[in-house]
């Protein structure tokens, strides 16, 4: 057990909201690693298998299931009970065949999404930076935390002006190949990934472009109603119809 006022434990008051944590776990919550995503905004592996999946029903049985290696994110075996997994990452349990995929919820923020083993070969990451790096290739860095190398003299790689900030690329798993880019564009499906419509879908009307942190904002057209939403919480998810499999109320 942690001891109070350790760094791996949160205090439960202290922990976001969107955490579903029962009383019954006391004062004291697993703390999320350092990791891919912001520790605010994310699920602890722990917390995962404990509380929402249930496999497990206390803190030691649950990281000695972990510790296995039972679990997979984004194809690869994870160990440590605190990894933080988030946004659009993959869950399996090979185990027993089961796939999770993580997306926004309107009610806990994260929500677990149950998917096919199809399905949890590929994710969707969205570009939040470019730079160009020795020898003139492209790096493009990823919301989860990772980077893609885009080499300029492989002659399977399109022209890098294709991939721009915004974009989200569908990628293999756990090789990372770039199976499809989808451009961030007026007319393109989108997920609200944050703030008061965080969860909602629907086509990009209209891209506001001001300066200044936050200004930017995008239109997006559900069931015939307008919804604003800042440009930074906008996430493509698919042309017509979405590349990932989502819940019947969310399409």
Excluded: W
Excluded at 19 to 33: A, C, D, E, M, Y
Excluded at 46 to 52: F, G, T
Excluded at 113 to 121: G, L, R, V
Excluded at 122 to 149: A, E, M, V, W
């Amino acid at each position: 057990m942690t001891k109070h006022g350790d760094s791996k434990t949160l205090k439960r008051l202290n922990t976001p909201k969107f955490l579903q944590i029962k009383r019954k776990h006391g004062k004291f919550f697993v703390s999320p690693s350092p990791g891919p995503h912001p520790k605010r905004f994310c699920l602890p592996l722990l917390h995962i298998v404990r509380d929402l999946l249930q496999i497990m029903d206390n803190h030691r049985e649950a990281k000695k299931l972990i510790g296995r290696g039972y679990f997979k994110v984004d194809g690869k075996v994870v160990r440590d009970e605190r990894f933080p997994v988030g946004l659009m990452d993959v869950l399996s349990i090979d185990q027993i065949d089961t796939h999770y995929r993580i997306i926004p919820d309107s009610h806990y923020g994260l929500m677990l999404h149950e998917i096919s083993k199809e399905e949890s070969e590929f994710k969707l990451c969205r570009i939040n930076g470019k730079k160009t790096i020795q020898g003139g290739h492209i790096q493009l860095n990823l919301h989860d935390g990772r980077n893609i190398l885009i080499r300029l003299d492989d002659p399977t790689n399109p022209e890098e002006d294709k991939y721009r900030r915004m974009d989200v690329l569908k990628i293999s798993l756990p090789e990372q190949d770039i199976i499809k880019n989808l451009e961030f564009a007026e007319n393109k499906l989108a997920l609200i990934i944050d703030g008061t419509n965080i969860g909602q879908i629907g086509k990009i009307i209209s891209v506001q472009k001001r300066f200044g942190p936050n200004a930017s904002t995008v239109s997006i057209e559900q069931d015939g109603e307008q919804i604003e939403t800042s440009y930074d919480y906008t996430f493509i998810v698919g042309v017509d119809e979405p590349e990932i499999d989502l819940p019947e109320g969310m399409q």
